[in-house]
T-cell receptor, first 113, second 117 residues
Framework: KQEVTQIPAALSVPEGENLVLNCSFT??????LQWFRQDPGKGLTSLLL?????REQTSGRLNASLDKSSGRSTLYIAASQPGDSATYLC????????????FGKGTHLIIQP | GAGVSQSPSNKVTEKGKDVELRCDPI?????LYWYRQSLGQGLEFLIY????????KSGLPSDRFSAERTGGSVSTLTIQRTQQEDSAVYLC???????????????FGPGTRLTVL
């Protein structure tokens, strides 16, 4: 059974810092990995999808890497801003490529102005 | 463009009543997913549809939960004889089915907050 772990559970940093969020998964036979953000009381916003054949994906100040063989992914946020404050979740398909996702419990991020 | 929509946004019901939650996926998305997010459990997968069929119902917590999808579009999640432990946010997602699976990005709706008194 796939399990996803995210470290740290919470993080508070001053505005402007670069930071790294970590995600690990137990079954490396994945088709992709997705990073989401969730604002309080809201649904999930997809940030990045990395296919298993890729090593990284970039969108603006966000960069996600994937090391499938070691079961790890990182989300790098450059020049953090207060608007980045949210909970960040990583998720992998539970089985085949179109299956439901298994989520980590998230990293609750606070960027101090 | 329209994203995934869900209704109602909030639902308060009494223990023992039945509830129906609705999801409208992004137009053209063939895959549809239901998840539940509760305080102690995090996000858990409930059921997945490809078109109108549900190849994976493994996450439904009990036989009080059922879901259907008609016309390859709208889906309804029904909870019968609701219990207090059913209180949670129910999230729906959709994705375009791409052979090989690598590019099946899921897009989520805003959720329905269910409170069972």
């Amino acid at each position: 059974k796939q399990e996803v772990t995210q470290i740290p559970a919470a993080l508070s940093v001053p505005e402007g810092e670069n930071l790294v969020l970590n995600c690990s998964f137990t079954d490396s036979a994945i088709y992709n990995l997705q990073w989401f953000r969730q604002d309080p009381g809201k649904g999930l916003t997809s940030l990045l999808l990395i296919q298993s054949s890729q090593r990284e994906q970039t969108s603006g100040r966000l960069n996600a890497s994937l090391d499938k063989s070691s079961g790890r992914s990182t989300l790098y946020i450059a020049a953090s801003q207060p608007g980045d404050s949210a909970t960040y979740l990583c998720a992998v398909p539970s089985g085949g490529g179109a299956d439901g996702l298994t989520f980590g419990k998230g990293t609750h991020l606070i960027i101090q102005p | 463009g329209a994203g995934v929509s869900q209704s109602p946004s909030n639902k308060v019901t009494e223990k023992g009543k039945d509830v129906e939650l609705r999801c409208d996926p992004i137009s053209g998305h063939t895959a549809l997913y239901w998840y539940r997010q509760s305080l102690g459990q995090g996000l858990e997968f409930l059921i997945y549809f490809q078109g109108n069929s549900a190849p994976d119902k493994s996450g439904l917590p009990s036989d009080r939960f059922s879901a259907e999808r008609t016309g390859g579009s709208v889906s309804t999640l029904t909870i019968q004889r609701t219990q207090q432990e059913d209180s949670a946010v129910y999230l729906c997602a959709s994705s375009p089915f791409v052979a090989g699976g690598g590019r099946n990005e899921q897009f989520f709706g805003p959720g329905t907050r269910l409170t069972v008194l």
